[in-house]
């Protein structure tokens, strides 16, 4: 980890990756922990969260501003002719082809600042309201949700809602995994309430479901049908909040009429493929805990009825009452880090700054007072699918992505990279130089990363927490409100955009959200904290909004809506009638299981920064196709064995797995892996472009599929001494003539590792690895090879180190490299280990399986031997004797599943 920045501004920060937003604390030699007086993690960290040292080197760095070359490649620039590239295309297509003609698309991982700045620029001084954010791929649905139900994007709880309530459901929400710290405090809740119930909704049977008392595996799609079905059920059993209702909500008769139609307890248990007693378990819960809080995140986003979902919850919750109450109300969990901040300077192509509502005459007016700018677009822009498409088709002729990496997390994604490959002007502002969206840009600016970014985000719970720089920005870097303010002057637009620094931003959205409230009135008011002074920015301490000019320290904004005072222009909570529809795309005969998609424990997002730590690659190595065994002998592939995904839209190469977690007729894939990462991995190509009619939010959950053998004649690994940050890339350059059809890349200490597989004659493999490794001057290279088994093995040391080695056999069943790992490890290789190496097995060294602990480096093995030869019958035991689960938790579902596997 580089060292301090000297002139840092204080060491407590925010973690970059998801919703939770824990606090964390640098300190002056570089460790970095949770900050105990943080209040959404009070010092608790995830492992990813716990690894975020190991991703903040050089590696892969964009270090200067560079300029797409003739020959297709890079050149440094300086940040002058860079800015004025960027601005001088800018205004010359909008002089030519209007304001609609260009377009940004932004990220949940900017900060509010540079959020609140792009946002400017473009809907206040282009004119145009073509900016939109990768938040629509995750919770726009819960945006569009909350506005038709309260009048505003507003969640109304908190995370000690988790804790405080009686029943906590978690819909289409693999909590232990996704948000982990939140995970963690509703664990330790569980366990100390006994009474406390937890209901998991969801098709699979995940990590989370390890602490649920009811588990309703649902058939894709059928949300709406179950909360109709509950809502329609409430009232037959009379268990209504009349009163609540009559004072404070709008449109029950209409909801119910149509969450009738649902039917009875067995109907709805039919249509949503549960068992009767299990609807009606869940049911009866709901009904009997005041405190009740559903809690949802991508499984209910992700899908073309999102916000009928959203809204078929909420209408369950106005039902009782039960909103903005102690351990009561509806809960949107949000997968990055500021897509609730985000949310606030809007984003989104269809929202404006400071919660109002671009096609609102007031609200437009109100915020062009408050800029002092000519024009604002009085229409929505296009939204993130749209949006590339227009790109595709040449209406938007320049397009600005900031921090994010469409290419692979689009729907079709191939669509994606053609529309970028052919448009006139593609500036990508990031931190890091060869993703794939980057490659395809003509300008590239490199943007400060996380430990060198000044400012703020919003978390889940409406949580004000500072960014804080702990680092010097790596080479030219710079921050993104910088850059496009920088930018926004070169286009003619400096006055509006001189900012001393991220605190005179802050100031400014501070302020416009407490502008005009009594003409517009919002809950989102945080002109409380407008004025701050550069000391008092700096010193911020996370606070939750509202917080309104006059709010003292002790004012309460846990909760909102509480009083039944909700924000639409009646002041009540409204009632959505939701009609069930069925996902867009359904199976067929070719196409006949139905993928779903999402994160892994220790990976985030398209792996640009979580991929740079060992620690985290250790959990899960390989991008991993889950299927029910039943649907894996159909398909003809094994555990174990590569198998084709394939959609009308594209294919992906995936190691099989069958965890017991799905039900038949159902397959879920990572989203992470990339064309940086693995062979055909990228998730998006599958996805239809399919989305939800109002909130424009793409349905990554259901996507018919077929799953096939991959033909593959060889299996392998390769391991490669790793002595230099960028050796991933060069590697990548040297073999990328070599690489097979199937690659994967996992990162260890002192090694990179490839997991190959191709479609060759194993002896053409083998001659084309002697080639490029075994050319080694001063190397001694060891060979070994079976010709009739199908099987070679090479090594590669100097002076008794380990540089690299090479497997390949015809069988798929390889042993394990973990033991390999620590030869890398070695400075100088005993005879038993260098014969070890030649023979593909450990000697002495132990074999630890896959990494269960990635905190302390468990494996299974180690965990699996410990609780059978010394009896340890919980998971406190095996932590005290191994140390693993003992920091983050993560892994706790992992061991208590272990030990119930030796138990049985
Ligand atoms: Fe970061 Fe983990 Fe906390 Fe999420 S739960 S904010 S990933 S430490």
Redesign the pocket.
């Known amino acids: 980890m580089p060292p301090l920045d000297q002139a840092d501004h204080g060491s407590a920060t ?9 606090g ?1 604390r640098a300190a002056a030699d570089g460790t970095l922990s ?1 900050d105990a007086g943080h209040p ?2 009070a010092g ?7 690894a ?1 040292g190991e991703t903040l080197g050089p590696a892969g760095r964009l270090g200067a501003p560079q300029l797409r070359q003739p020959d297709g490649g890079f050149a440094d620039t300086d940040w002058d002719s860079a800015l004025t590239t960027v601005a001088d295309g800018f205004s010359r297509i909008i002089a030519e082809h209007g304001p609609e003609a260009v377009a940004f698309y932004v990220s949940g991982q900017l900060l509010t600042e540079d959020y609140f700045v792009a946002n400017k620029l473009m809907k206040g001084y282009i004119g145009s309201a073509n900016i939109d954010t990768n938040s629509r791929l995750c919770m726009s649905s819960a945006v569009a949700g909350h506005k038709r139900a309260f009048g505003e994007d507003v969640v109304p709880g908190c995370y000690a809602d988790f804790e405080q309530a009686d029943t906590v459901i978690l819909v289409g929400s693999n909590l232990a995994w ?7 405090r509703l664990v330790a809740a569980k366990q100390e309430r006994s009474d406390m119930r937890v209901i998991v909704v969801d098709p699979r049977r995940h990590a989370t479901c390890e602490i649920a008392d009811l588990h309703l595996p649902i058939k894709p799609g059928s949300d709406v049908t179950l909360f109709n079905g509950l809502l329609g059920w409430l009232a037959e059993q009379d268990k209504l909040d009349r009163d609540y209702i009559d004072a404070h909500t709008a449109g029950l008769e209409a909801a119910l009429t149509t969450a009738r139609a649902a039917g009875d307890i067995a109907r709805v248990a039919q249509d949503c493929g549960l068992r009767a007693e299990d609807v009606a378990a869940f049911f009866e819960a709901f009904a009997a805990s005041p405190r009740v809080v559903t809690a949802f995140s991508q499984g209910v986003n992700q899908s073309s009825a999102g916000t009928d979902k959203v809204n078929a919850i909420i209408n369950s919750h106005l039902a009782v009452g039960a909103v903005g109450k102690p351990g009561a109300g509806p809960f949107s969990i949000t997968g990055q ?1 500021n897509a609730m901040g985000g949310r606030e300077v809007g984003g989104l192509a269809n929202q404006l700054a400071a919660h109002l509502d671009i096609e609102e005459t007031a609200h437009r007016e109100l915020l062009q007072a408050f800029w002092g700018c000519s024009q604002m677009p009085e229409q929505p822009g296009l939204k993130a699918v749209d949006l590339f498409e227009a790109v595709h088709e040449g209406r938007v002729r320049a397009i600005w992505i900031m921090a994010t990496n469409p290419v692979v997390s689009l729907p079709e994604a191939e669509r994606v990279r053609a529309a970028l490959a052919g448009c006139e002007l593609v500036v990508v502002s990031d931190i890091m130089a060869e993703t794939e969206t980057a490659r395809l840009a003509h300008v590239r600016l490199p943007a400060a990363g996380w430990g060198e970014r000044d400012g703020t985000v919003t ?1 889940s719970e409406r949580c004000i927490s500072r960014q804080r720089p702990f680092l010097p920005s790596h080479g030219e870097a710079r921050p993104d409100w910088w850059i496009i303010s920088q930018v926004a002057a070169r286009m003619g637009f400096g006055a509006a955009f001189d900012y001393a620094g991220p605190e005179a931003i802050f100031d400014e959205h501070a302020r416009l959200s407490g502008y005009g409230q009594a003409a517009v009135p919002r809950v989102f008011d945080i002109s409380g904290l407008a004025g701050l002074s550069r000391a008092d920015y700096d010193a911020l301490e996370p606070r939750q909004w509202p917080l309104p000019a006059g709010a003292d320290a002790e004012f309460d904004s846990a909760r909102c809506f509480g009083d039944g005072c909700f924000a639409t222009s009646d002041g009540r909570a409204h009632f959505v009638a939701c009609t069930p529809r069925p996902p867009a795309v359904r199976p067929d005969v070719e196409f006949r299981l139905v993928l779903n998609t999402g994160r892994v424990r220790d990976q ?1 997002h398209t792996m640009t920064r979580t991929g740079l730590s060992p620690k985290l690659a250790a959990h899960r190595q390989e991008v991993t196709v889950d299927l029910h065994a039943t649907d894996a002998l159909a398909s003809g592939v094994q555990p174990g064995g590569l198998a084709r995904v394939k959609s009308p839209r594209g294919e992906v190469f995936a190691r099989v797995s069958c965890s017991g977690e799905m039900q038949r007729g159902h397959a879920f894939l990572p989203i992470h892996w990339n064309g940086q990462t693995a062979a055909r991995a990228e998730v998006g190509k599958l996805i239809a472009p399919v989305v939800d009619p109002i909130s424009g939010e793409p349905e990554f959950k259901h996507t018919p599929v077929a799953v096939s053998p991959l033909p593959v004649r060889w299996h392998g690994y390769a391991l490669l001494r790793n002595d230099d940050a960028d050796s991933a890339h060069n590697w990548l350059a040297r073999w990328g003539e070599i690489l097979p059809a199937y690659w994967c890349l996992i990162r260890g200490e002192q090694h990179l590792q490839f997991r190959l597989a191709g479609f060759e004659k194993p002896q053409e493999v083998a001659s084309r690895v002697r080639a490029l490794l075994g050319a080694g001057g001063d190397a001694d290279w060891l060979e070994y090879s079976d010709q009739t088994a199908g099987d070679y093995r090479a090594v590669w040391l100097v002076d008794d180190r380990l540089e690299a080695c090479f497997y390949l056999s015809a069988r798929p069943d390889l042993p394990g490299t973990e033991w390999l790992s620590e030869c890398f490890a070695s400075e100088r290789l005993a005879g038993n280990e260098r014969a070890a190496l030649l023979a593909g097995a450990p000697s002495t060294r132990a074999n630890e399986g896959p990494t269960v602990c990635a905190c302390f480096g468990v494996g299974r093995q180690t965990i699996v031997d410990a609780i059978r030869d010394q009896d340890l019958d919980n998971e406190a035991a095996v932590t005290k004797r191994l140390r693993a689960g003992g920091n ?1 938790g ?1 892994c706790l579902p992992e061991i208590r599943a272990l030990l119930a596997d030796v138990a049985a």
């Open positions: 925010t973690c970059p990756y998801c919703g939770v937003g824990c964390l949770g959404a993690n608790r960290l995830c492992v990813k969260g716990s975020l996704c948000h982990p710290v939140l995970y963690q880090p978390n985030w983050c993560s």
